[in-house]
């Protein structure tokens, strides 16, 4: 059995009560059965608190949000009552594994943390050297036919040949997406005609013909309103809500601007901002990574893993354009911790609606954003 996570994942530490966030807040949390049962055997008056604050009229079980959209169990100083009354080992299991997320095949698992953790942002963000990859080996019988073996192995080398080109600081970023996307693009062939060679990945990874692809794909010049389009397109889609105050603030600076101002206007201005996060390569490097693992992962259970790319684009696009609007709204370049938090948010918003991706897929291809041409377009 192989799993690959990224190294710093091993290092990560939840800070608690001096996170800028919570995790505890803004979301459904579910409870265990194990847990359930054991809350339920909780007696004096933090038992009946429990009792009274657990839904327990669907499946699964879980808590019942404050007014603020809270858990009722988070204290004022955005520590755990839970925690401090029974003891850590009587929190749910989401409660003890977020950020901590898994995908497991039959012979291989991915597993990340998930950047809607602002502290896990924070700690991919604080290193000025590539992020890398993990990948360890524990000795279980195979429990799956070599063609299944064959096909996770591929999958695993489409994503660290991904990584080392989000990597490869001799390209811009944009340069790097492109490559990806063309690279993820002949491994979905390969995996439908059913040949796993290395053949692309080899390619791939040899700098003078990446140099060449570069050249010779003359890619099309970003196009900031297909940016637009597209990031109107993600909102509506995604359906920011009020668990999002911050989000939806961004957002609806941006429907005000979209409506005051003029095609030239947006271009004129956007173009300055979105050159300006240049500047930010290293972020962008560290989120790329972080979003090749969790769409690799994520796209490799259905088989079609060019999605994968389609689902970074939308991410990074989805980004850009929050940080440009924030930017614009604010009035000068946002800090360290307003990116974090922006990031964080964005990843939460993402994971909430996960199971609307096949419908946002749909969208795209309904809208021909989907295709490698369209994808240049719009990074
Ligand atoms: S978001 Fe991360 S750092 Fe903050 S409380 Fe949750 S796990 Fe801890």
């Given at each position: 059995?192989k799993?690959v996570?990224l ?5 990560f530490?939840?800070i ?7 995790c505890?807040a803004?979301?459904k949390?579910?409870?265990?059965k194990?847990?359930d049962?054991y809350?339920?055997s ?5 038992g009946?608190l429990?009792?009274?604050k657990?839904?327990r009229?669907?499946e699964?079980h ?6 603020n959209?809270?858990?009722p169990?988070l ?7 839970i925690?401090?009354n029974?003891?850590e ?8 594994q977020f950020p901590?997320g ?5 012979n291989l ?6 950047f ?7 700690m991919?963000?604080?290193s ?15 429990t799956?036919p ?11 080398e ?6 080392s080109?989000?990597?490869?600081r001799s390209?811009?970023i944009r340069?790097r ?14 995996i ?6 290395s053949?692309y990945s080899t390619?791939?990874s040899?700098q003078?013909?990446?140099h060449q692809l570069i050249?010779a794909e ?11 389009r597209?990031?109107r ?5 995604i359906k920011i809500?009020?668990?999002?105050p911050?989000l939806?603030q961004?957002?609806?600076?941006f ?5 005051q101002?003029d095609t030239n ?10 050159s ?8 962008s490097?560290h ?8 769409y ?5 259970s259905?088989?079609?893993i060019a999605?994968a790319?389609i689902?970074i684009?939308v991410f990074?696009v989805?980004?850009?354009c929050?940080?440009a ?5 604010k009035g000068?370049s946002l800090?360290q ?12 918003l993402?994971?909430?609606?996960s199971?609307e991706?096949?419908n946002?897929?749909?969208l795209?291809m ?7 041409e ?5 990074i």
């Open positions: 059995m799993n996570t190294s710093i994942c091993e290092e530490h939840c608690g009560g001096d996170c800028p966030d919570t505890c803004g979301w949390i579910n409870i265990d194990a847990t049962a809350y339920q909780v007696t004096g008056d933090f009946e429990l009792q009274s657990i839904d009229s669907s699964p879980h808590f019942i949000m404050d007014k959209l809270r858990c169990f204290r004022e100083d955005n520590l755990c009552s925690y401090r029974l003891g080992d009587k929190l749910s299991e989401t409660c003890t901590r898994q995908l497991k095949m039959t698992v991915f597993s990340y943390l998930s809607a953790c602002p502290e896990m942002v924070r991919a963000f604080s000025k050297d590539p992020l890398s990859l993990s990948v360890t080996e524990t000795e279980s019988t195979p799956a070599s063609q299944n073996s064959a096909l996770e192995d591929f999958y695993l489409s994503l660290m040949v991904g990584i080109i989000a990597q490869n390209f811009s340069e997406l492109a490559l990806c996307i063309l690279y993820y693009q002949q491994q979905q062939h390969a439908d005609y059913g040949t796993f060679s053949e390619l791939f040899n003078e013909i990446c050249s003359s890619l099309p010049a970003s196009d900031i309103l297909l940016r637009l597209l990031f397109l993600i909102c509506l889609s809500g009020t668990e999002e911050h939806m961004i957002y609806n600076a429907l005000s601007i979209y409506q101002h206007w947006l271009i004129d201005n956007l173009e300055d901002i979105f300006s996060f240049h500047d930010l390569d290293i972020e490097e989120l790329l990574v972080y979003l090749y693992l969790r690799t992962a994520c796209c490799s259905t088989g079609v999605s790319m689902f684009v990074y989805s980004y850009q929050f940080l609007f924030a930017t614009l709204e000068s800090d911790n307003e990116r974090i938090r922006i990031i964080s948010r964005l990843s939460r993402y994971e909430h609606n199971a991706f096949p946002l897929l749909q795209l309904e809208h021909d954003l989907d295709r490698p369209s994808l240049f377009q719009l």
